[in-house]
Nanobody
Framework: VQLQASGGGLVQVGESLRLSCVVSGRAFSRYGMGWFRQAPGKEREFVAAIIWSIESAYYADSVKGRFTISRDNAKNTVYLQMNSLKPEDTAVYYC????????????????WGQGTQVTVSS
């Protein structure tokens, strides 16, 4: 199983980015997917997760209303649309695949992507 994350970069405050994560080696549609992030000197934290559709999505309070997670099962891809970015969103973002329904728990994810750097400059 491989997860390949992409889409990170350097942006200004208030701008947008869309992260993508392509999954191979497993039946993508059967698994929940999540995004976590890790800022320098901090622990990795939950950002967003999705089971089947946008209607079954979960968000950290810090990103609610600004970030949207979605998935395209035909493309084996999960997305994270990030709008109104803030300096505190600067981190390495990781996508994960989860065989359980406990999508907010990092330990429940069994495969991770390599991470993509997001830097928000003020």
């Amino acid at each position: 199983v491989q997860l390949q994350a992409s889409g990170g970069g350097l942006v200004q405050v208030g701008e947008s980015l869309r992260l993508s994560c392509v999954v191979s080696g497993r039946a993508f549609s059967r698994y929940g997917m999540g995004w976590f992030r890790q800022a320098p000197g901090k622990e990795r934290e939950f950002v967003a997760a999705i089971i089947w559709s946008i209607e079954s999505a979960y968000y950290a309070d810090s990103v609610k209303g600004r970030f949207t997670i979605s998935r395209d099962n035909a493309k084996n891809t999960v997305y994270l649309q990030m709008n109104s970015l803030k300096p505190e969103d600067t981190a390495v973002y990781y996508c994960g695949s989860n065989p359980s329904r406990w999508l907010l728990q990092e330990g429940r994810y069994d495969y991770w992507g390599q991470g993509t750097q997001v830097t928000v400059s003020s």
